[in-house]
């Protein structure tokens, strides 16, 4: 069982930053998979940035890409997603999502746990 708390949101002009943190609970963080993703009003929830085991395995949406830097930190049971250049279009409810195995995924029905979610708002 794994038990993930997402923080660090909040309200943020265009152009500015965020990081994320995602504290997940049990012993075995190393061997999941982890991800965000997020989901606006009136929207589907929608994949933005995956991490394998090890950093060498990442994954990003096409939107996010250069923009956002997921990353784990396995000793603290943390994964993170550092936000910069942010754009009204970014604004959403932020979920971590936790799954067994090795690779990062992109669909949310891969992934086995999930945190309640962080609001983030960009204005504009």
């Known amino acids: 069982q794994v038990q993930l708390v997402e923080s660090g949101g909040g309200l943020v002009e265009a152009g500015g930053s965020l990081r994320l943190s995602c504290a997940a609970s049990?012993?075995?963080?190393?061997?999941?998979?982890m991800a965000w993703f997020r989901q606006a009003p009136g929207k589907n929830r929608e994949f933005v940035a995956g991490i394998g085991w090890t950093d060498t395995n990442r994954y990003y949406a096409d939107s996010v890409k250069g923009r956002f830097t997921i990353s784990r930190d396995n000793g603290g049971n943390t994964v993170y997603l550092q936000m910069n250049s942010l754009k009204p279009e970014d604004t959403a409810v932020y979920y971590c999502?936790?799954?067994?195995?090795?690779?990062?995924?992109?669909?949310?029905?891969?992934?086995?746990?999930w945190g309640q979610g962080t609001q983030v708002t960009v204005s504009s």
């Open positions: 999502a936790a799954a067994r195995g090795y690779y990062a995924r992109t669909k949310s029905y891969e992934y086995d746990y």
């Open positions: 049990g012993r075995s963080f190393s061997s999941f998979a």
